[in-house]
């Protein structure tokens, strides 16, 4: 046992001299100089090169780091076995990321690169203003060097669209208002928002499956438009006008475009806009990828038709339904509390150079009276799509006996089924109406189909007796008119008879 502890002693003192030996003959210096050189030769041998993106850049936050570790949250990127889970503030949605110093492939245009998320200890922090965190985080890049000049910066900027569009899709929809009177929040905004929770898709909606996809293709189209409309030098922006009777689902065609292109809804109401410049204000405070919609805008304000020779065109003032208050006082005036909003600056909110200060929205106007706006408000340019929300359609009829019974058309009688096809359309009937009737029997859902069929014939021969009233009171009409016609030419006739004579 001592012969061992003997020998290591002389092992260590071996060494111990060896490293005296070198520090005296290698001072730090010189192999300072020696590590250079040697990393120097292994940089011209090496095929690789290495980029660090950390997770501070001196005292700000690296943007390029939070979208990194989006863009490898992806499921389409992921290939680890081993994923960390968070879930942001404001957001539904989990996403999944490397743990520490893991790595991972991926592949951009054909070239494959490596990213690996190093996690180190921070050295213990002196006094400073912004304490730093304890870990020091980042990622390393690799990428061929042959291949650095043909991807890096695209795959850079391809990295940071693809962030944005998975920030978005995982924070909640916001539904704003504008605020009464005009008045700022705390942060001196003049939009208040909630979370927007409606449920309304394009599958859900009741609405003809062939018009459904056209309106579809039109939002995808302009959703994937950019390029498209920088090359033809328009404003990236597109109009729809939503049209027809009351209860046809023109609320939930609004929600269903926001929920399928994954936008904010911006939801102005212009009577508690008072003149054109605090239009344009609340314009400039809207986000980009937004719905901005002013619902029922014929009884906003006053947009008749100028050509029904209205008696007063060049002021529009604060109105309602009722034509009486489109005259009343402050109508015009510009004082306070009263709105001055004219058509031209409603116009100019669309399709004006104030319009384009944002990209990617859409402006929806909503109306149960279409002849009752001014034909320049409709034009293309400012409502590009006219979309007629009608009564409800037999397709329209199958798809919300399939929301509210679960009934697909091969589960329901043909009978029952064809007596349905024949009545719809004579009973004119909406589908908030439809869907209120299977609402109250949806536990009992054969009793639901049969009882709808009954009221829909119910209404149906209601309209048919209402029409032929309708028909009878205007013969009874033309036969009045022509027996007074005949009235007057009688003593007419009688004097040109007596005259003769």
């Known amino acids: 046992m001592k012969e061992y502890w003997g020998s290591l002693a002389s092992v260590l003192g071996v060494l111990a001299f060896c490293q005296s030996l070198l520090q005296v003959l290698f001072p730090p210096e010189l192999r300072f100089a020696a590590l250079k050189l040697f990393n120097r030769i292994f940089n011209v041998f090496n095929s690789y090169c290495y980029f660090d993106i950390t997770e501070i850049d001196g005292v700000n936050t690296n943007e390029l780091y939070n979208a990194v570790q989006l863009y490898l949250s992806s499921s389409v990127s992921i290939s680890g076995s081993r994923l960390s889970l968070t879930r942001a503030l404001n957001s539904s949605a989990i996403t999944f990321g490397l743990t520490n110093n893991d790595t991972l492939f991926d592949t951009f245009n054909g070239v494959n690169v490596l990213w690996e998320h190093i996690v180190t200890q921070r050295q213990a922090q002196t006094f400073s203003w912004r304490p730093m965190p304890d870990e020091k985080r980042g990622f390393t890049l690799r990428i061929k060097k042959k291949d650095k000049s043909l991807i890096l910066d695209s795959y850079l900027d391809y990295i940071m669209e693809k962030a944005n569009d998975i920030r978005r899709k995982n924070e909640d929809r916001l539904l704003y208002t504008n605020s009464r009177g005009g008045s700022l929040d705390s942060r001196g905004h003049p939009w208040e928002s909630v979370p927007f929770k409606h449920p309304s898709t394009f599958e859900t909606l009741a609405m003809d499956p062939a018009k459904k996809a056209e309106i579809m293709e039109d939002l995808k189209d302009f959703a994937d ?56 204000k609340l314009l400039m405070k809207t986000s980009s990828k937004s ?42 005036t510009g004082d306070e509390g009263g709105n001055s909003i004219t058509l031209s600056g409603l116009l100019n909110f669309t399709d004006g150079l104030w ?31 006219h979309v007629f929300m009608s009564y409800c359609s037999f397709p ?86 022509e027996q007074e016609k005949r009235a007057l030419d009688s003593p007419k006739e009688g004097s040109a008879a007596a005259a003769g004579r």
């Open 291 to 332: 719905i901005i919609v002013i619902e029922d805008i014929d009884c906003s304000i006053n947009l008749s038709n100028r050509k029904k020779g209205t008696a007063n065109n060049s002021s529009i003032g604060r109105s309602y339904c009722d034509p009486e208050m489109r005259s009343g006082p402050g109508v015009g």
């Open 396 to 481: 329209a009829l199958k798809i919300l006996l399939k929301n509210y019974l679960g009934r697909e058309e091969s589960d329901l009688d043909q009978g029952v089924l064809k007596e349905l096809g024949e009545v719809i359309d004579k009973a004119e009937i909406t589908p908030a109406d439809i869907s209120e009737l299977l609402i109250k029997n949806r536990r009992n859902k054969d009793t639901a189909v049969i009882e709808l069929l009954e009221a829909l014939k119910e209404r149906a021969e209601s309209k048919s007796k209402s029409g032929e009233c309708v028909r009878e009171k205007n013969l009874n009409d033309v036969e009045e008119e």
């Open 225 to 280: 438009g950019q390029s498209f409309y920088q090359k033809t030098g328009r404003a990236w922006k597109r109009g729809y006008l939503l049209y027809g009777p009351p209860g046809t689902g023109k609320s939930s065609m609004i929600a269903a475009m926001a929920n399928y292109l994954g936008y904010d809804i911006y939801d102005l109401e212009l009577t508690e806009v008072h003149n054109n410049s605090e239009l344009r």
């Open 355 to 385: 319009s384009c200060c944002g990209s990617e929205r859409i402006f929806v106007f909503t109306t149960n009276h279409v002849d009752k706006l001014d034909p320049a408000l409709l034009r293309s340019g400012r409502m590009d799509m």
